[in-house]
């Protein structure tokens, strides 16, 4: 619009609002002069026929909020909760990243545990008395290995100084974590029952030392090693089930 | 007159606020008292609808949306903008209601009474002939008479921009057109003498 025509159209508002105006033209005060007139005659016309006071009225739109305000249901924990989306949203994010972040620590400290339980060391075949497993372990038992390691969450065991991890060659026919580890010594001593015999040659088998590696092999003696009594044969054989390396 | 116009806006804002804050009677009691219901079946009056269903309309609108929806005004300066808004969609949908359901009848039995009265023939006072043609205006242009009516009620062109969803420029050219819209109505009106 031109500025002209915008003077005009603002003076014929403020005319139409009874707001003071100036300089205008007199054929525009006279047009909105005619139509205020008009208009406030109808405004008259219809306000007579409406009432200055409806009773009815009033009370309808009380009963109409009294009954929305008795439907309206308690608000529990979950709608005031789930009101607000985003906050909603938000919190099963986080909810969802927590419980990810807990398997993957989880995931983390089982796999340690299972490294660590893992015996990679040969045992002594000496004489060995076979023992009767009893249910009653006692307190230390149960909690401490046999290094005195805390094993409340998962037992360790941790080579001590001068062990060495694999068997070392020291020329003797025994089948024992220092010599040879012959598989003819060790299925002999097996075969007398001898529980630490029978982890080696399970031991032998997983590591491959002397014989061609087997996982499904050294699973059979270390649970034919644990039907004696041996406990780190089961907790190998627990490895080689976690692992997924047999069956 | 700015006086006036202020005033006005904050009646509607603390009805607003009132209702907010759960004073339903209260609310109710200064919807009375600064004379909105009036002004509200009298706006919907104007657009051809009767009293009976232009009061029903109201209260419609007091409870389903002035009660229920008080919470969503953004901005609680214009609450009196934003009644007339929502209050208008109202009238619109129930014209548009009625137009759907209306069925047309026979000339001869043809209701009268609720028609606005425009004669046929020429007033014999020209502000008499401007009435006429305002009433002509609202059935021809129920928009642009809308417009009208929200200057006529000291509406600036910000808040009439709000109601009606147009840009400030729009705005001023649209109340432009319905200024010379309405004069071309009351052209035949020059002729008669005062």
Known sequence: MKNKEQK????????LQGNEVSGIDSETRLEARLLKNAWIAENKRIENEIPDQDDVFYQNVREAIAKREASKPSKDLWTSFFENKFKAFLIIILGTGFVYASKKTYDGVVSV??????IILAKETGNETIKNETNDKGFWNEHFDKHGGFTGFWSRYTPEEGEKILPVNMDDNLCSYNATLSLENCLVLANQYNSNARFNLGLMYELGVNVNQSYVQAFEWYKKSSSLGNEDARSNMEYLIKKGLVY | MIKEKLSKRNQATEIIQLLREGRN???????????????????????????????????????????MKSNSIKNIEFARTWMYRVFSNMVNDQGRMLKKNREVPLDEDRDQSQAPKISDEKSQTR????????????????KRAEVLDYILLNKGTEE?????GRSYGATREYMSQCRKKFRSFTEICNEIEE
């Open chain 1, 8 to 15: 005009i159209l603002q003076d014929w508002i403020n005319t």
């Open chain 1, 113 to 118: 545990a299972n490294e660590l339980n893992h």
């Open chain 2, 25 to 67: 009677d209260e609310a109710l009691m200064l919807f009375e008292k600064y004379r909105f219901r009036k002004e509200f079946i009298g706006f919907a009056m104007k657009r051809n609808i009767n009293y009976d269903d232009a009061s029903d309309l109201v209260q419609k609108f007091t409870i389903d949306k002035l009660y």
């Open chain 2, 127 to 142: 502000s008499g002939c401007v009435q006429e043609q305002l009433a002509k205006f609202r059935e021809a242009e129920p």
């Open chain 2, 160 to 164: 009439i921009r709000l109601i009606i």
